[in-house]
């Protein structure tokens, strides 16, 4: 347990850190933490009727990232987004002089791991410039509601836990957990409008209610791929919290959901 925490409170400070000290920073942490977390969905995946382009994949999602955050930065014009085409017509091309029995598995693995992880991530770092410019602010209080539901839902669970909410893939889960975690995010998107400001009040509710519903559901699915690779952990990269995927299980469905919110009203 003092390892989880010491780790949990590293872990977070350089998360707060990523936020803060600028978009440039803020933009090549999260390019190289997506491209890590990448590299653990190929991990967990990879078997003899499963091998994903670990090197092309991940060289196809940091470009994709660092030419998207430079667009957001003003630094580049959209039209060098196609710089990343080449880069998936290769993926085909490389599958066919590796005389695999399954080809086509191992290409859609490769773009599997890039929708599933990278993509989520690229739009969480896209809510620092929603407005045009950079603003912390949202991305942070986007980062501090989801650990806010995490700890909501398993303290809550662990006291007052006895209803299933998904059996089947995750045991330990619980109703009274998800609730916990949803009226504790609610109660910090309130505090957040009033110390961060950056979004009216009612929007910062609904991120809140996103990232709890969402989020859960996004645990589930992550929970539901490992258990169908019988997998225990992501990595072990994170003493007593396994890996960096695992971390971030979450904002893998609830970054998209938002980052369309906040476009759909801005």
């Known amino acids: 347990m003092k390892t989880r925490a010491i780790t949990g409170a590293i872990f977070v400070a350089v998360m ?14 999260f390019t190289l933490l997506s491209a890590w977390c990448l590299y653990e969905f190929y991990g967990i995946v990879s078997s003899e009727e499963r091998a994903p382009n670990k090197v092309l994949g991940i060289i196809l999602a940091v470009t994709g990232f660092a030419v998207g955050s430079m667009v957001a930065m003003n630094l580049l014009e959209t039209k060098f987004l196609w710089l990343v085409t080449p880069l998936v017509g290769l993926t085909y091309i490389i599958s066919l002089f590796q005389k695999r029995s399954f080809p086509f598995n191992d290409i859609a ?16 770092a896209k809510l620092g410039f929603i407005n045009g410019v950079y603003n912390h602010y949202i991305p942070l209080g ?40 949803f009226i504790l995010a609610i109660v910090v998107a309130v505090n957040l409008e009033k110390y961060f400001g950056s979004l009216p009040l009612w929007q910062w509710i609904i991120v809140a209610m996103i990232i709890s519903i969402v989020g859960t559901l996004g645990d589930l699915v992550e929970s539901m791929l490992k258990r169908s690779l019988h997998v225990k952990d992501s990595g072990s990269i994170l003493p007593g919290h396994g890996g960096f995927l695992d971390r971030f299980d979450g904002l893998l469905l609830a970054a998209p959901i938002v980052y369309v919110f906040l476009i759909l009203i801005s």
Do not use: M, Q
């Open 16 to 29: 707060v850190a990523s936020t803060l000290f600028g978009p440039y920073l803020y933009s090549i942490f």
């Open 109 to 124: 693995y490769t773009f599997l791991g890039i929708c599933y992880v990278t993509f989520p991530f690229f739009l969480f």
């Open 142 to 181: 986007f980062l501090i509601l989801l650990w806010t539901n995490d700890t909501g839902a398993y303290l809550a669970g662990r006291s007052f836990g006895k209803h299933k909410l998904f059996e089947r893939i995750s045991p330990k889960k619980t109703w009274e957990g998800f609730f916990g975690g």
